[in-house]
């Protein structure tokens, strides 16, 4: 219903930072709850971020104050500002929709991009 393609990943030192973008097409009327994820190899995939239709927005602990999500409704492009980046941060990040039942929840991601990955070296 929703096709979505990360770009922006790559190579960068602990302490630098990355912006990966999200292009969404298909229907982008409805209104869904925007994620990113990543995934180290060997474990597994968790939630980063998280943004509401009507643009509230939430992160987990380990990138709180570091990661920012956001998005450009106009082009349908959704972002995640990475800042401060630790070797920790390391893996293959996916950009993610679900439905929107008030809140959001990364559990109800039901589309996903192909994945950009993000390396922090030390």
């Known amino acids: 219903q929703v096709q979505l393609q990360e770009s922006g990943g790559g190579s960068v030192q602990a302490g630098g930072s990355l912006r990966l973008s999200c292009a969404a097409s298909g229907d982008t009327s409805s209104r869904y709850c925007m994620y990113w994820f990543r995934q180290a190899p060997g474990k597994d995939r968790e939630g980063v971020a998280a943004i509401h239709p009507d643009g509230g927005t939430g992160t987990v602990p380990s990138v709180e104050g570091r990661f920012t999500i956001s998005k450009d409704t106009n082009d349908n492009i959704l972002y995640l500002q990475m800042t401060s980046l630790k070797p920790e941060d390391t893996g293959m990040h996916f950009c993610?929709?679900?439905?929107?039942?008030?809140?959001?929840?990364?559990?109800?991601?039901?589309?996903w991009g192909q994945g950009t990955q993000v390396t922090v070296s030390s």
């Open positions: 993610a929709a679900g439905r929107d039942s008030g809140v959001c929840y990364y559990s109800t991601s039901k589309y």
